[in-house]
C-alpha cells in the first residue's frame, strides 16, 4: 500500500494507506486493545519508521471491521513490513479522492469547528478516511489544522508527529502551508462523539523539493 498516515494514537501509531493500484484504503491494526501498531512492529529491517507516500509491503492476516471502520486489517507481525518504493506528488493526485464534504458538519468542540459527529449520526456515517486537496492548511500550537474544503470551513485535530514537531521547533503558534493533501480520518467514540483528525499533511513544497 502507499503509506498516507502514521499518525500519533498514545504510544504507538496509527498506519494507513491506499492498496497500490485501487482505491481501496488499508487501515492495518493490531491485537491490542488499543489497535494501534507498535514502533516493532512497523519498522522495515533496517530500523526505520515508514514515511508517508513511501509504497509498504506487509501481510495482513483478515478483515476486522468495525463499524464505519470498515478498512480495518489485522496486521500479521510476525512479517517484517519491506519498503517497495515510494510515489511523488503526481503518483499522490491520481489518489485524490473528492467526497463531498467530510461526513457530516455542523458539529463543534470547544475550540475545534465542524470536527466532531454525535453518536446518534453513526448510522449515516460508511467509512473513517479520507484523502483530500486543499489550497492551504494552517496549523496551530494548541494541536489544530485549520482549512477550507468545499465552501466549509474545518479545525480539526492535528496527529501527524512530523508536522506537530516542526511545529515546536520553530516556536511558533501557528504556521501557514501551502497547498496540500489532508489524510483526514475519524476516530472511534469519545465522549458521546466522533473526532475528525488530520492524521498526515502532505505538502506540495516539501514533496517536490523531496
Not at 522495515?44 to 471491521?65: C, H
Not at 480495518?72 to 479522492?97: F, M, T, V
Not at 457530516?104 to 448510522?123: M, Q, T, Y
Request: with cysteine; aromatic share 10%; proline share 3%.
Amino acid at each position: 500500500m502507499v503509506c498516507l498516515a502514521n499518525s500519533r494514537k498514545g504510544g504507538d501509531r496509527c498506519i494507513a494507506g491506499i492498496k497500490l493500484g485501487s482505491t481501496d484504503w488499508v487501515r492495518p491494526v493490531s491485537r491490542r486493545s488499543s489497535e494501534a501498531v507498535s514502533e516493532v512492529e512497523r519498522q522495515y529491517a533496517n530500523g526505520a519508521e515508514p514515511r508517508i507516500l513511501d509504497v509498504v509491503s506487509m501481510k495482513l492476516a483478515e478483515q476486522r471491521p468495525d463499524g464505519f471502520q470498515c478498512e480495518n486489517w489485522l496486521l500479521d507481525s510476525a512479517i517484517q513490513w519491506e519498503k517497495r518504493g515510494r510515489i511523488d506528488w503526481e503518483g499522490l493526485c491520481l489518489l485524490e479522492q473528492d467526497p463531498e464534504s467530510l461526513w457530516i458538519n455542523g458539529f463543534s468542540s470547544w475550540g475545534g469547528l465542524n470536527n466532531r459527529i454525535p453518536v446518534d449520526r453513526k448510522e449515516d456515517i460508511s467509512n473513517s478516511l479520507a484523502l483530500i486537496r486543499v489550497d492551504a492548511v494552517e496549523i496551530s500550537g494548541d494541536n489544530f489544522a485549520h482549512f477550507r474544503y468545499r465552501g466549509s470551513r474545518y479545525a480539526i485535530n492535528l496527529t501527524d508527529p512530523v508536522y506537530e514537531e516542526r511545529l515546536i521547533a520553530k516556536g511558533s503558534l501557528r504556521q501557514r502551508l501551502g497547498e496540500s493533501f489532508i489524510t483526514v480520518s475519524l476516530g472511534k467514540e469519545w465522549q458521546g462523539f466522533f473526532y475528525k483528525f488530520a492524521a498526515a499533511i502532505i505538502e506540495r513544497t516539501e514533496i517536490e523539493s523531496g
